[in-house]
Every structure is written in structure tokens, then in C-alpha cells.
DNA sequence: GGTAGACCTGGACGC
DNA sequence: GCGTCCAGGTCTACC
């Protein structure tokens, strides 16, 4: 096993980066609530497998990881760690807003604002998808079937202390290229994928030739609107889930309106009568290219 | 630019 | 056990 710690600019709390969203309910993620720590697997360059144990340390990070490593897989280790976690990501400014506001106050005191990312971002793409149209129980059911057709396993057997942080498919997230190899109505029938089977595997392939470069949109300079056309050409990704992953990229200035937010924004501030997406819109106008961040961390009323 | 209807799955419900 | 309905975003065709 290897050890080590990750330096983060503070403020940080490792509980709200992780807690930030549904993506710890997801495999390969696993997380246990009482020791406040993160289990998760990822496939290194070099085709390793590793499994990883995150918690947080004093100003940090704490990672414990298996198999041992090589010197580049570690600094590979921590850069997808830093990635996955946000640890260099700066809200200073937007926190002297939000300490003015009673709403966001808490997000002050809980520094709250990174949001848990995957380590590649045609993971969270593939996510993202996985989470339109349909129930989260198909969520996690669509997503834990793709790891365990297609994911690369671990290599060796787990001792104790990691056991209950692995999660039991004992799989990385399926790479492009693995899932470029299949097919429409493998997805469709043994994945039960539905009709996202198509784009999924579209964007897969796309990805493994080479003729979209997903990854380099990660650290892009490319205006927010440059970079939001971008991944509206992905078949699949529509006005939501655009939204989420400009939050996932660290592009707060547009919300992602779901069936939840026209509810939310209703009971909010129109005594539960319907509204639209201009409503949810118009709501957080005010709060400029932070918006999304004061939507997703907004305190509701219920 | 706006809108209707189709796309799928799984759970809830009624019979 | 079977059939029907429903929730959940995006796409395409059409206006």
C-alpha cells in the first residue's frame, strides 16, 4: 500500500466536495458515512488498476492506494485525485457574495463549492447521460452495469482494511476504447441501456479515434459559450446536462433546469404554483457567472 | 425559434 | 401474473 497526503487551498472540506452531488452513490465510488472516507477505482495510463482511500487530512488530503506504484503513477495518482477533487479551485470571491446572503450563507461555513468530478471527463459525460430521462435507481443500475461488462478488473485481492472501501464490482470505469468494441444492441439488451445506448457508443467512439478530444476541454480557455456549444454537439447532451458539466468544469453561469429545479424554484417563490425554466432562470439571474453555484447550493425551504 | 411526439426502463398500480 | 400508466431529458420533424 501507498501513502500520502495532497496539499489543498483553503478553505476545504473534503465531506462537501464529496457530498456536493450524487456522484459518490455511483460505482465505482463508493462511500462509508460513519469514517468519512471515499473508496473508488481507476484505471492508470499504464493500464493499472488501482483502488484508492481518500479522507481528509489537515490541509488536505489523505490517499492510501493498491497496488504499489511506480513514481509516474503516482504523480499520475495525484493529479487525478487534485482533478477529482478540486483541491486548487479558489471561490474566495464568490464567498464574499454569499456571506452576504442568508441563503448561502452555510456554504461559507461549510466550504462548500467544489463539486466531485471523475478523473476523466468522458466519465462524466457518460454519467451525465446516464442521469437524463430516468429514475436515479436507473442511475446507479445503468452505470454499475456498464462498469461490470466493461470495466477493466482489479488485479489482486484486497486486505481487510480496503475491503469495505472497494466497491464490490471490483472494476475501473470502462475506458473508450473498451467500449468503442461494442455494440448497439449489446448496450441495448445486456446493458439495458435503452435508447442512450446510440449515444453513448457514439461518444465513445468518437473518443477513441481521436476525432473528439473531451479531455482537453478540461483545463480549456475557451469562452463559456465556445465550450457549451461543444458539448451540445454530443449527441445525448441537451440543456440539462450541458449544465452540469459547465458546473463540473467549473462554468457556473448557466442552471441546470430539471423536473427538481422548476419544484424547488416553485415552492421557493411561487407558493407551489407551476413555473418554467424562465422562472428557475430569472431566480438566480442576479448571481451573474455564479449562479449555478448559488442554484446547486441554494438552501432550500424543503 | 418554438413545439409535439417518440424514445426506453422500471416501478407503481389496478385487475 | 399481466396490462397500463407514469417519470425522467433529448432528439427529430414540423411549423
Not at 457574495?97 to 467544489?114: I, Y
Not at 481487510?160 to 448496450?187: G, I, K, N, V
Not at 449527441?235 to 422548476?262: C, E, F, N, Q, T
Request: no cysteine; net charge neutral; hydrophobic share 45%.
Amino acid at each position: 500500500m501507498i501513502e500520502f497526503h495532497l496539499p489543498a487551498r483553503q478553505p476545504f472540506s473534503f465531506y462537501s466536495a464529496v457530498r456536493s452531488h450524487g456522484w459518490y452513490q455511483l460505482a465505482p465510488f463508493i462511500w462509508d458515512e460513519p469514517r468519512r472516507e471515499l473508496g473508488y477505482l481507476t484505471r492508470l495510463s499504464s493500464g493499472k488498476v488501482v483502488v484508492l482511500r481518500l479522507r481528509q487530512a489537515p490541509g488536505g488530503v489523505y490517499l492510501a492506494a493498491l497496488p504499489e506504484l511506480t513514481v509516474q503513477e503516482r504523480d499520475e495518482l495525484s493529479g487525478v485525485v487534485d482533478w477529482m477533487l478540486g483541491l486548487q479551485m479558489d471561490f474566495s470571491a464568490f464567498y464574499a457574495l454569499a456571506a452576504q446572503e442568508p441563503k448561502l450563507r452555510h456554504m461559507v461555513e461549510r466550504s462548500l463549492g467544489r463539486v466531485l468530478r471523475s478523473p476523466t471527463l468522458f466519465e462524466d459525460v457518460v454519467r451525465t447521460i446516464l442521469t437524463t430521462n430516468t429514475l436515479w435507481a436507473a442511475t446507479k443500475r445503468m452505470t454499475a452495469a456498464l462498469i461490470e461488462q466493461f470495466g477493466d478488473p482489479l488485479a489482486e485481492e484486497l486486505p481487510a482494511e480496503f475491503e469495505h472501501l472497494a466497491h464490490p464490482l471490483r472494476r475501473a470505469f470502462p475506458t473508450p476504447q473498451r467500449l468503442a468494441e461494442s455494440d448497439e444492441q449489446t448496450l441495448r439488451s445486456q446493458t439495458r441501456l435503452g435508447y442512450r445506448a446510440p449515444y453513448i457508443l457514439g461518444l465513445a467512439r468518437a473518443v477513441a479515434s481521436g476525432e473528439l478530444d473531451l479531455e482537453a476541454l478540461k483545463n480549456s480557455h475557451l469562452p463559456t459559450p465556445e465550450l457549451r456549444k461543444r458539448l451540445l454537439a454530443i449527441k445525448g447532451v441537451g440543456g440539462y446536462a450541458v449544465a452540469v458539466l459547465l458546473m463540473i468544469l467549473g462554468r457556473y453561469d448557466s442552471i441546470p433546469v430539471d423536473s427538481w429545479a422548476l419544484k424547488s424554484v416553485s415552492n421557493e417563490w411561487y407558493d407551489g404554483q407551476p413555473v418554467g425554466k424562465a422562472e428557475v432562470k430569472a431566480a438566480f439571474a442576479q448571481w451573474g457567472e455564479w449562479q449555478g453555484l448559488a442554484y446547486w447550493f441554494w438552501d432550500w425551504k424543503e
